[in-house]
């Protein structure tokens, strides 16, 4: 049976191609990951950016580009608005960037007329395939929100729950994390952990089961969770979404996992948007990258 | 060639056993872990505790006592404060927390008069043998200093040298760590970062390279740093000392080192004290005990 990232991937394929727009298209790690996906059935992409550079750089890989619709746009910061442009007016279903610098991408996401805006903050996930922990795990926020309020923490759920529903969770178990499992009024994670729980009880916020502050053995590990004797608690070492303190606690999870953990497998997206955004960094593996536009495709279709 | 917790256990071997004093002995878990490393030539012990429940438990295990020191305080924090004074006497060269609370433990360890404080905060590392990378990893700190001001992170440094220097690590590198490698204001752990950069440089802490802000890919992993270009910092790669944000990140990463790495081996102490204090966790491992025991050993050895 296909589990993780695999069984993404299954049920992107079962759903039809979904396309990509790339804003900036002209970087080869980019041009490569997006010739896999299609490849792979996973999406099809219409490449905005500077049409000569793509051509070039296409050449150099050996990839065909026959099958794709280009649009040539050489600035850059105008071919993420062309781009973005087609995510908001339904031609494609995803946004990705390309050779285009963070803040400029951002900035076109976030366009009042052509972004892609929903009134929900922008928040990022990471998903993992982590060998020996039997599902998916939801990380959040690794990359994006820097010291989320307890408001933007509800947000962040909010964004990440439909994640989780279109990679086939339907009730994810959440993790607010702190570094320890107790309330401590000298800890203000643990603090908002617990009221974040509440706020679930009381159906503020829906479609998931909240349970903070949590250890990460609480959280992941079901014979820690065993031997501490965490038998009154919602999770026992089976979450599905890890939510962190702040983005230093995340991103140094998020890298010890990527760096030292043997076939461990990621794709990211940010959410919180109309269409999910592929924004991978030059550090990505070229697997992660097509990982990352698998779980947009799952997504799109799941919204459409 | 030996490498990592094997290398730290011969050259405990090496030095000739010296003695834990155990506050509250009465504890199934210490006592294995005591006999192991009575067995491997690592150290030997004195029991403080409930002489009849340490001799009870001891029969259970199969334990022969013949050849321990053990003293009857059956109360436990008088148990605490009589083994500690073994420690702070010079009478034996390690303090292990056996069946006492945290606190009472560590009342016994800042007693004014029979404790063990330097004048130096105390600070708690975890040290990680972790398969892929070739040296031994310095974490902290990931369980006593929840958020550490930059005086308590120059703090932090200055106690871990040392423990460095008795693995064999003449000339540590530190990183303290965050989500990003370089200086951003609104991030304070950056700022920091670069502080204790310049502390190092201008002398103010000695015996170590400190090159922060760092992201943890830098920090360990050569290849990232090579493909990001970190040609001109100080740690590429090879970091010995990671040095955390606050104790939620540190805990967390901590946390997903022992709980996702296959094979990963690790040992902890506090330090900032007199001798060496071993403080393990229920949900520790034997080994990682062990392994404790090991880590407080050697630095013991480069104490006397």
């Known amino acids: 049976m296909s589990r993780g990232f695999d069984e993404v991937i299954s049920k992107v394929k079962s759903c039809g191609m ?21 490849a792979q059935g996973i999406a099809d992409a219409v490449l905005v950016g500077d049409e000569s550079k793509i051509r070039e750089i296409a050449a150099g890989l050996g990839m065909d580009l026959s099958d794709y619709r280009i649009i040539d746009e050489p600035d850059m910061a ?13 031609e494609v279903e ?43 795990l939801f990380l959040t926020d690794v990359a994006f929100m820097t010291y989320p309020t307890l408001e933007d923490k509800a ?17 994810p178990k959440v993790a607010p994390l702190a570094a320890v499992e107790v309330v401590n009024p000298k800890m203000p994670a643990t603090v908002e952990g617990a009221e974040l729980t509440k706020m679930c009880e009381e159906g503020q916020i829906t479609g998931c089961i909240v349970d ?10 079901p014979e820690a969770a065993k031997h501490k004797g965490a038998t009154n608690r919602k999770i026992q070492g089976d979450a599905d979404i890890l939510l962190f303190p702040d983005i230093h606690a995340g991103n140094l999870v998020y890298k010890a996992l990527v760096h030292t953990v043997p076939g461990v497998k990621n794709g990211c997206i940010l959410t ?20 990352s536009i698998a779980l947009a495709a799952v997504v799109a279709a799941e919204l459409n």
């Open 272 to 291: 919180g948007t109309k269409v999910p955004v592929i924004l991978t960094s030059r550090s990505d593996t070229f697997e992660t990258k097509v990982n």
């Open 18 to 38: 979904k396309k990509i727009a790339v804003a900036a298209a002209q970087d080869s790690a980019v041009l490569e990951a997006v010739r896999e996906a299609k």
């Open 94 to 136: 995803m946004y990705m960037k390309g050779l285009c610098d963070t803040k400029t991408f951002l900035k076109s996401v976030l366009d009042k007329e052509v972004g892609l805006r929903t009134g929900s903050p922008l928040s990022h996930v990471a998903v993992f395939d982590i060998p020996g922990y039997e599902k998916l």
């Open 212 to 221: 903070g502050p949590l250890s990460l053995d609480l959280a992941i590990d």
């Open 78 to 90: 105008q071919a993420a608005l062309t781009a973005v442009k087609l995510a908001h007016d339904g």
């Open 155 to 171: 947000n962040i759920i909010r964004n990440t729950v439909p994640v989780c529903n279109a990679c086939g969770v339907t009730m």
